[in-house]
């Protein structure tokens, strides 16, 4: 599986930014995608998962209310629709894939993903 991450950028606070992460190869045994998201001199976090069973959401506290993951299943892409974004979401972002049955408390944990884009550069201006 590769994934090709998208649509980065610089925007003032407040705005809006959608990412998006096309996966091509042996798509079908993903089960799991998500984002990462790691600030320069931090550690990667979790932001956020769409599970393919159920077709469940999730996503970190920090971003829950302004983030919004949703996916194409025939583009075979993940979108991240970042709204209200402040200056502390200023990171690269990173879209990661399993084809793992991850249940929900391991989502968080980026050793559980097997497969990584490159990043895409957020940068939101105060």
């Known amino acids: 599986v590769q994934l090709q991450a998208s649509g980065g950028g610089l925007v003032q606070a407040g705005n809006s930014l959608r990412l998006s992460c096309a996966a091509s190869g042996h798509t079908s045994s993903i089960y799991v995608m998500g984002w990462f998201r790691q600030a320069p001199g931090k550690e990667r976090e979790f932001v956020a998962a769409?599970?393919?069973?159920?077709?469940?959401?999730h996503y970190a506290d920090s971003v829950k209310g302004r983030f919004t993951i949703s996916r194409d299943n025939v583009e075979k892409t993940v979108y991240l629709q970042m709204n209200s974004l402040k200056p502390e979401d200023t990171a690269a972002y990173y879209c990661a894939a399993t084809s793992c049955r991850l249940i929900v408390s391991t989502l968080f944990q980026s050793a559980a993903y097997d497969y990584w884009g490159q990043g895409t550069q957020v940068t939101v201006s105060s």
């Open positions: 769409y599970r393919w069973s159920g077709n469940s959401r």
